[in-house]
């Protein structure tokens, strides 16, 4: 536009300024059709000394030769004036009579037939040939300036930098051109532009809007083909500088995440040892054959039940971080669900003494196959959470089936508290998460964590709901073929 309205005479110029602008104007154009008049009569002028020596057949090739140069140089239109020119000066100069347009034989009326129309055959093939050969400089051109948009954005790392290299590209190019990725600023209005949709295989990464002038319905098709390889050039540029923060951001979270699991299992490794003589000393005072003052017992009792909720906090660490590690395999042999119910219980009655517990079992519970040790852990975590969350004096459930159908064991364990965050639920089981963060119970959120690796290492799951009253937390194992047993 600014080079229109520089070309554009001002309104405020003089008159005469504006009409020699316009007759400049008009010279400038006329100026390849006198051009072709002239090369026409300097041939003439050449040729008029040979017309005693050479036939007017031969001298026409020289005609038919300017013919095709200027053709070449100058275009259509000034070959076609030249192809006239060239005819009627070889008439009225070479045929005889000569300085006269009718000829005395009519062979060289023939001649001048032929003569005008291989000019104007070869005005418009010449045209065609220079059209060609400027449409292939101009794609070889457009080819050269994609290799280096392709290879500025191979080198991108960034978003800016994409952007970067996108705006070297348009510099030369007379088309606005927008882009717009997805979760970025508004886009533009689509009239008066057409519009190239960013889409990987995944997911839509953005728009590229590209201006279409008013007189214009749509882009050409090879400007259409160009920007859409434009298009696939920034989709594979944007998708790539995508997996690169998604890699690296992962990369950092692993990083931090194994920094973090070291610093907790050095710290209570080095813990258990004290927490665990500190536990025998309370267990000492409380168990003492010379009874304490009672202040001085209930001070003994509170110092025993905070060191096991330290002691067990401390274990959950340890544990978690052998899961990381990968030192934890499951040793799975057969056994029975009420074993490992019956071992949990015993090992929490201190934890369970305020809490009356009701046990169901399935009658003829299959054999299962696990690892006892590592399952009992589960089994404890889940029994502790509730006799924690759950007010004294309410009841805890546990329940184990078989679930044939779905050919898995379970065992569930369901309390009365006050349940699970409903928006927090699909959280659970992730490091350090807790269902309630500003609850005074200790711990460190790494209770279900734990029990979910460990289930996820036996081929198992574990769900959690909330109830009418209370929360529930399911615990499924594949049920397996187990061995047959011969009565005695």
């Known amino acids: 536009m600014a080079r229109l309205l520089f070309a554009l005479p001002s309104l405020t110029s003089p008159p005469e300024v504006i009409s020699a602008r316009l007759d400049q104007t008009a010279l400038q154009r006329a ?289 978690m971080a052998r899961l990381h590690s990968g030192n934890i395999r499951p040793r799975r042999e057969w056994h029975l669900l009420d074993d490992v119910i019956a071992a949990s219980l015993r090992l929490l009655k201190p934890q369970l003494s305020d809490h009356p517990i009701r046990v169901r079992l399935e009658p003829d519970l299959p054999l299962v196959e696990f690892d006892a040790t590592l399952l009992e852990r589960v089994v404890c975590n889940l029994i502790d959470n509730a006799a924690k969350y759950s007010p004294a004096g309410s009841p805890i459930e546990i329940t184990a089936f078989a679930d044939l159908q779905a050919n898995e064991a379970c065992i569930e364990v369901c309390d009365q508290g006050e349940g699970f965050p409903p928006g927090n639920i699909d959280r659970l089981f992730e490091l350090f998460e807790r269902g309630n963060a500003e609850s005074a119970v200790p711990g460190m959120g790494l209770g279900l964590s734990i029990c979910h690796r460990i289930m996820a290492a036996h081929g198992g799951n574990i769900a959690v709901h909330n109830r009418d009253i209370g929360a529930c937390v399911q615990l499924r194992l594949p049920l397996g073929t187990p061995p047959v047993i011969n009565e005695e």
């Open 31 to 319: 100026r390849p059709y006198l051009l072709a008049v002239a090369a026409s009569l300097l041939v003439s002028l050449c040729a008029a000394p040979l017309r005693h020596v050479l036939d007017p057949a031969n001298i026409a090739m020289l005609f038919l030769l300017v013919g095709f140069l200027i053709a070449l140089r100058l275009g259509r239109g000034p070959a076609i004036v030249a192809a006239v020119t060239n005819t009627a000066l070889l008439d009225f100069v070479v045929v005889p009579p000569h300085f006269a347009f009718i000829p005395t034989d009519l062979q060289y009326l023939v001649t001048l037939v032929v003569m005008l129309t291989v000019g104007l055959v070869t005005a418009q093939l010449s045209t065609g040939l220079g059209q060609q050969a400027r449409l292939s400089a101009l794609h070889e051109r457009d080819t050269y300036a994609l290799y280096e948009l392709a290879h500025e954005l191979a080198g991108c790392i960034t978003l800016g930098q994409i952007r970067l290299a996108l705006d070297g590209y348009l510099v030369h190019q007379e088309r606005h051109v927008h882009l717009e990725l997805s979760g970025g600023e508004p886009p533009p209005a689509a009239d008066g532009a057409t519009v190239f949709p960013l889409r990987s295989s995944e997911s839509a990464r953005g728009q590229l809007f590209v201006q279409v002038y008013g007189h214009e319905t749509g882009l050409p098709a090879h400007e259409s083909e160009r920007y859409r390889t434009i298009a696939s050039l920034l989709t594979t540029a944007i998708e790539r500088v995508h997996y690169v923060e998604l890699a690296e951001s992962n990369a950092i979270a692993i990083s931090s995440e194994r920094l973090r699991t070291s610093v907790l299992a050095a710290l209570s490794h080095d813990l258990r040892t004290p927490m665990t003589v500190l536990i025998g000393l309370a267990d000492s005072l409380v168990m003492s054959r010379e009874p304490l003052p009672p202040p001085a017992q209930e001070t003994a009792l509170t110092l025993l039940r905070q060191s096991r909720a330290l002691g067990g906090i401390l274990n959950n660490v340890l544990d």
